[in-house]
């Protein structure tokens, strides 16, 4: 019986030395983060801006891939079925996160089943942000151009069912005029349309437009959060630019396929957290009129399942289905 309680004893030890080597060992190669939109959107700026220190921090190369499509859902499936080893993780946009189980029937990931939180590195509220070109200095401006202009005012969104094509829908129905809902792949390309005019309006994270207000390419009409940002002071909230109630706020966090080791997530959160409350992430994601926010995993799965019940609840609401 010794003998066996000694061989047991000895098996724990070397699973234990095995798990800590491991966690030691990692990473020993690259690792890919996906990003399920196009380049140059919220999503893509937050997970370059993640990816440099991080990588930094591990001493391996963090590769960017971009996998627009589908509303999200061709990257975030990828990582879903992904090896659960550390060398796979998703930057991922609130608005699929928790937005899509609801427009989506038949998903084919599960946002609480197929991955595990590893930290949440950003919240921004959403500019109400127009084209350049557009004959309008504020939201009562946009409003009264959309009811004289025919098929009423063109909102782009990243996809079907993100969080900016919602909240286009909450707007139509809080001003009571209709709008045409144009769907692109990411933020990046309706940027891209946004600037030259084919497209009335935006309503999205700052990050993705506010390098083009102070050159007039773009004009931000309104602020989505509570409280105007310390990066663009003159432009109002909702409240004051006559949307009382209308306040729109998207998040991004990295997750990694579910099942991935205890200590790899470990080590990756500790590291991220660093990152997120470094005063040079904090002071570069100011600048993009958001802000830096760390959750650690049990907190921020919590808060996932309090956003898939809300987000449930305001599209359902709303009625809103993709297009």
């Known amino acids: 019986m010794k003998l066996v309680h000694h061989l047991a004893l000895a098996a724990g030890v070397a699973l234990a030395s095995a798990a800590a080597a491991g966690a030691d060992a990692y990473p020993s190669k690259p690792i890919t983060m996906i990003v399920p939109t196009a380049p140059a959107g919220s999503t893509d700026i937050m997970a370059r801006l993640v990816a440099e220190p991080l990588a930094r921090a591990l001493g ?8 627009p499509g589908a509303s999200g859902n061709i990257g975030t499936e990828f990582v879903a079925r992904a090896a659960p080893d550390g060398y796979t993780l998703l930057m991922q946009y609130s608005g699929y ?19 595990v939180p590893i930290a949440m590195v950003m919240r921004a509220p959403h ?24 098929g009423g005012l063109f909102f782009a969104s ?12 909450l707007l139509a129905r809080q001003i009571k005029e209709p709008m045409t809902h144009v769907p692109y792949k990411g ?21 993705s437009v506010i390098g083009f207000l102070p050159s007039g390419k773009l004009k931000a009409l309104a602020y989505t959060g509570a409280q105007r ?17 209308y306040e729109v706020e998207s998040w991004f966090a990295v997750f990694a396929p579910a099942k991935t080791p205890p200590e ?16 040079s992430f904090r002071k570069k994601v100011d600048d993009q009129g958001a802000f830096a926010v760390y959750m650690d995993p049990p907190t921020l799965a919590k808060f996932v399942d309090q956003q898939l019940a809300m987000w449930s609840k305001v599209i359902k609401d709303a009625d809103i289905k993709p297009d």
């Not at 500019?127 to 025919?150: E, F, M």
């Open 60 to 67: 391996k190369p963090i590769v960017i891939d971009n996998k």
């Open 97 to 115: 996160h928790v937005g899509n189980p609801a427009l989506y029937p038949n998903l084919k990931w599960s946002p609480t089943h197929d991955f």
């Open 127 to 150: 500019v109400i942000a127009v084209s350049g070109t557009l004959p309008v200095n504020s939201v009562q401006d946009l409003i009264a151009y959309g009811k004289k202009k025919k």
């Open 158 to 169: 990243s996809g079907n069912g993100s969080i900016q094509h919602i909240a286009g829908e």
């Open 187 to 207: 933020s990046g390309p309706a940027i891209n349309d946004l600037v030259a005019g084919t497209v009335d309006m935006f309503i999205t994270t700052p990050p």
């Open 229 to 245: 940002h310390p990066s663009m002071p003159h432009v109002p909230t909702s409240a004051e630019a006559g949307l009382p109630g």
């Open 264 to 279: 790899i997530v470990a080590r990756l959160t500790t590291e991220i957290r660093k990152i997120v409350e470094s005063e």
